[in-house]
């Protein structure tokens, strides 16, 4: 699978920003998606994750919220809908593809697939 992220950008704080990820191909729909980010000096962390058919999600506390994740199986596409960002929520941004989550859950970075990339900058 592979996963092409953009979206990305410089905002201010409290703005809003819609991530997208594409992923090509005829099995998109029967991924488990998620998204992660990374602050310069930080671990990668998880932001949210939705199940095959988008009618279970999963979020960070730290954006629960705030953001919303989507997915259209029908374009083959996930999205990230961040509202109220923070400077906090600056960091480089990866969607990520699994076959199913762990019995613990999906916030794991046990991923199978992974995006390039996208920087979102949030100033103060």
């Known amino acids: 699978v592979q996963l092409q992220a953009s979206g990305g950008g410089l905002v201010q704080a409290g703005g809003s920003l819609r991530l997208s990820c594409a992923a090509p191909?005829?099995?998109?729909?029967?991924?488990?998606m998620g998204w992660f980010r990374q602050a310069p000096g930080k671990e990668r962390e998880f932001v949210a994750a939705v199940n095959w058919s988008g009618g279970a999600t999963y979020y960070a506390d730290s954006v629960k919220g705030r953001f919303t994740i989507t997915r259209d199986n029908a374009k083959n596409t996930l999205y990230l809908r961040m509202n109220s960002l923070k400077p906090e929520d600056t960091a480089v941004y990866y969607c990520a593809a699994r076959s199913h989550c762990s019995a613990y859950g999906c916030n794991d970075p046990n991923y199978d697939y992974w995006g390039q990339g996208t920087q979102v900058t949030v100033s103060a």
């Open positions: 191909g005829r099995t998109f729909s029967s991924y488990v």
